[in-house]
């Protein structure tokens, strides 16, 4: 089956820098991938949709300025976190779509700022 | 908005035991509703699902049905496995197909013991 990657799979910054998390499509190209957040025995959080060439479009709530997405290529999206903070550490995770009935989930990246 | 509930967890059942996995949603129109299950390490993966009202969506001995008038989507196996130790998340999404944006229920771990 269609596989995502994410780099990294854990990372720890300190305050006030910034971190950015790579999703891959390992074997088949994505116009469109998601950005989830998760917290701790919560739900899986929609942050924003990342579509290859364009600007991403973000949920309600999400900053933009600081949560930056970038779709470069049909296999590769970045999320990158901006002058990070203690209440972003959270669990990051990526979804790549193929399809009407394909999206294809990557193992998640958890950020712990210090 | 939309939103999905499901049973808090964590789940532990011996082999063989029987399992059920309440979830619930709240949506406009006509959602199509998903089970999507995350082994250890590994991203989400699709595991069931189902489009419209009474529809039953079934894989790997899982099943579940559409329940409109209750508004329900419970998952269930007649007989756990160790390896069905994992967390499983109920979704849906309101503009049919998985590649579409999905909301989440906060997932439930599944712990199977010999």
């Not at chain 1, 006030?16 to 025995?41: H, N």
């Not at chain 2, 109920?90 to 771990?109: I, P, V």
Request: glycine share 8%.
């Amino acid at each position: 089956g269609a596989v995502v990657s994410q780099h990294p799979s854990w990372v720890i910054c300190k305050s006030g820098t910034s971190v950015k998390i790579e999703c891959r499509s390992l074997d088949f190209q994505a116009t469109t991938m998601f950005w989830y957040r998760q917290f701790p025995k919560q739900s899986l959080m929609l942050m924003a949709t990342s579509n290859e060439g364009s600007k991403a479009t973000y949920e309600q709530g999400v900053e933009k300025d600081k949560f930056l997405i970038n779709h470069a290529s049909l296999t590769l999206s970045t999320l990158t976190v901006t002058s990070a903070h203690p209440e972003d550490s959270s669990f990051y995770i990526c979804s790549a779509r193929e399809g009407q009935w394909g999206q294809y989930f990557g193992p998640g990246t958890r950020l712990t700022v210090l | 908005g939309d939103s999905v509930t499901q049973m808090e967890g964590p789940v532990t059942l011996s082999e063989e035991a029987f399992l059920t996995i309440n979830c619930t949603y709240t949506a406009t129109g006509y959602p199509s509703l998903f089970w999507y299950v995350q082994y250890p390490g590994e991203g989400l993966q699709l595991l069931l699902k189902a489009t419209k009202a009474d529809d039953k969506g079934s894989n790997k001995g899982f099943e579940a049905t559409y329940r409109k008038e209750t508004t329900s989507f419970h998952l269930e196996k007649g007989s756990v496995q160790v390896s069905d130790s994992a967390v499983y998340f109920c979704a849906l999404s309101d503009r049919g197909g998985t590649a579409s944006k999905l909301t989440f229920g906060t997932g439930t771990r599944l712990q199977v013991t010999l």
